[in-house]
T-cell receptor, first 117, second 115 residues
Framework: AQKITQTQPGMFVQEKEAVTLDCTYD???????LFWYKQPSSGEMIFLIY??????QNATEGRYSLNFQKARKSANLVISASQLGDSAMYFC??????????????FGTGTRLLVSP | EAQVTQNPRYLITVTGKKLTVTCSQN?????MSWYRQDPGLGLRQIYY???????DKGDVPEGYKVSRKEKRNFPLILESPSPNQTSLYFC??????????????FGPGTRLLVL
């Protein structure tokens, strides 16, 4: 079964500290993508970072990096130097091309991050 | 500004009263999709569309209809809403649908309460 698991319902971090949000995935496909989205309290979904299954280097976007460990099927999001504005829900998602030839996104259940001053 | 818009943002309705949630994108994207978000379940796909007049069911299509008469618009229709359709709904679009690396861009969400 193709599935994303986020085992941390909530995480706390102090401002300026780094935090890791866990994500494990399950697929038998060799080609897939992994995304992280941020959902602030206002509700919108904001794309953060993408990692392809064949990418040899971990993806980075500013303070966000994706710790991709293919053998362990994990794609953890690392946020360095946390800011108060990082308080939000974070979703990990896996992108697959189905038998129909079309892309599909499978989402995890999310991790709520709270950054304290 | 490149964006996906949804209307209304908030909606309270009663069981059985037909409603439509509109979605529009200005990025000339081929692929559009509807999701619903429920606590503890993440986002689940309702319907998707590969192009004008081409739509297909996602994982939770029961109770919903869609249409794609124009490339930019993809409305979600609830013919007879029920309380179990109370949820947060997202429309999303991407340039293509054939590659796993296509980023889907989301609208602001529509919070629906069915009494």
């Amino acid at each position: 079964a193709q599935k994303i698991t986020q085992t941390q319902p909530g995480m706390f971090v102090q401002e300026k500290e780094a935090v890791t949000l866990d994500c494990t995935y399950d697929t038998s496909d060799q080609s897939y993508g992994l995304f992280w989205y941020k959902q602030p309290s206002s509700g919108e979904m904001i794309f953060l970072i993408y990692q392809g299954s064949y990418d040899e280097q971990n993806a980075t976007e500013g303070r966000y990096s994706l710790n991709f460990q293919k053998a362990r099927k994990s794609a953890n999001l690392v946020i360095s130097a946390s800011q108060l504005g990082d308080s939000a829900m974070y979703f990990c998602a896996m992108s697959l091309v189905m038998n129909t030839g079309f892309q599909k996104l499978v989402f995890g259940t999310g991790t709520r991050l709270l950054v304290s001053p | 500004e490149a964006q996906v818009t949804q209307n209304p943002r908030y909606l309270i309705t009663v069981t059985g009263k037909k409603l439509t949630v509109t979605c529009s994108q200005n990025m000339n994207h081929e692929y559009m999709s509807w999701y619903r978000q429920d606590p503890g379940l993440g986002l689940r796909q309702i319907y998707y569309s590969m192009n004008v007049e081409v739509t297909d069911k996602g994982d939770v299509p029961e109770g919903y209809k869609v249409s794609r008469k124009e490339k930019r618009n993809f409305p979600l229709i609830l013919e007879s809403p029920s309380p179990n359709q109370t949820s947060l709904y997202f429309c999303a679009s991407s340039l293509s649908f054939l590659r796993h690396q296509e980023t889907q861009y989301f609208g602001p969400g529509t919070r629906l309460l069915v009494l």
